[in-house]
């Protein structure tokens, strides 16, 4: 059973400061997904990473996979109150299965 | 841009009362998916379908749920006697054929959010 598992799960920080969030996944996988969730709302879909090495970059967030380690990491680049909310990573095992998340890591940037 | 739309966005219900959660994917996606999102949890599968048919479902999805496509366009999950603890956000997605692409995605609509009293 693929398991998938963020931290930290909760992450205070000041604006300006930079910082990692972590995914570890436990089986190889076909595709790998960052998102963004605020408060009872839906998912926001922010990165696809599908290949090992693979880097994408949006603003202040760039995301990376290394598939050899089944990691992968979302780091943010000084950091701005606007970035405040949960954000999940969600493994596919295989292109058309199940989304598999983890736990989700609630950000507070603070002023 | 194209989207998954899901309707109604909150529902409230009593308890043992039939549900029935709608959503339009995105014209042409094949595949189809609902998750739900309990409160302060993460988000957890419970099914899958394409070709008109449940492809993969989780353990959660139990007789009292079912899937359908009636008509070609929506996408519906229903709820037959509904519990306190199926009181959640539930999300439908949609994705592209996978074999046309290797840059497709799951696509999520905006969610309705089941209240049982």
């Known amino acids: 059973e693929l398991k998938v598992e963020q931290n930290p799960l909760f992450l205070s920080m000041q604006e300006g400061k930079n910082y990692t969030i972590y995914c570890n996944y436990s089986?190889?996988?076909?595709?790998l997904y960052w998102y963004r969730q605020d408060p009872g709302k839906s998912l926001e879909s922010l990165f696809v990473l599908l290949s090992n090495g693979a880097v994408k970059q949006e603003g202040r967030l760039m995301a990376s996979l290394d598939t050899k380690a089944r990691l992968s990491t979302l780091h943010i680049t000084a950091a701005v109150h606007d970035l405040s909310a949960t954000y999940f990573c969600?493994?596919?095992?295989?292109?058309?299965?199940?989304?598999?998340f983890g736990e989700g890591t609630q950000l507070t940037v603070n002023p | 841009e194209p989207e998954v739309t899901q309707t109604p966005s909150h529902q409230v219900t009593q308890m043992g009362q039939e549900v029935i959660l709608r959503c339009v994917p995105i014209s042409n996606h094949l595949y189809f998916y609902w998750y739900r999102q309990i409160l302060g949890q993460k988000v957890e599968f419970l099914v899958s379908f394409y070709n008109n048919e449940i492809s993969e479902k989780s353990e959660i999805f139990d007789d009292q749920f079912s899937v359908e496509r009636p008509d070609g366009s929506n996408f519906t999950l229903k709820i037959r006697s509904t519990k306190l603890e199926d009181s959640a956000m539930y999300f439908c997605a949609s994705e592209d054929s996978v074999i046309l692409s290797s840059y497709n995605e799951q696509f999520f609509g905006p969610g309705t959010r089941l209240t049982v009293l």
């Open positions: 969600a493994v596919e095992e295989t292109s058309g299965s199940r989304l598999t």
């Open positions: 089986t190889t996988s076909d595709r």
